[in-house]
Nanobody
Framework: QVQLVESGGGLVQPGGSLRLSCAASGSIFRINRMSWYRQAPGKQRELVCT??????VYADSVKGRFTISRNNAKNMTYLQMSSLKREDTAVYYCNAVLQRVGSWGIDDYWGQGTQVTVSS
């Protein structure tokens, strides 16, 4: 089994910072792509950022404020969020496209989501 577990969400004031973590566990051979999504109330889930190899893409709304990073040895990904705005309030999800040990194919997994609330 493969599982993604998020942490780091919570309440933060506008202009503040948070770092989200997502730990992937299980029989993982290689994580090909890690992404962060978010879903605000009444809105569709949107891509925040994604990274694969040397390629990293950010949504325009978070560019320059958010940074995605990976620790491949620990099968973890992080989302450093700075200069947070009220509009960043959403449930944040991590997503991993990975290859499992002993598998020829790739699979797509989602975390459970963590609430980020930006409010004074």
């Amino acid at each position: 089994q493969v599982q993604l577990v998020e942490s780091g969400g919570g309440l933060v004031q506008p202009g503040g910072s948070l770092r989200l973590s997502c730990a992937a566990s299980g029989s993982i051979f290689r994580i090909n792509r890690m992404s962060w999504y978010r879903q605000a109330p009444g809105k569709q889930r949107e891509l925040v950022c994604t990274t694969s190899g040397d390629s990293t893409v950010y949504a325009d709304s978070v560019k320059g404020r958010f940074t995605i990073s990976r620790n491949n040895a620990k099968n973890m990904t992080y989302l450093q969020m700075s200069s947070l705005k009220r509009e960043d309030t959403a449930v944040y999800y991590c997503n991993a496209v990975l290859q499992r040990v002993g598998s020829w194919g790739i699979d797509d997994y989602w975390g459970q989501g963590t609430q980020v609330t930006v409010s004074s």
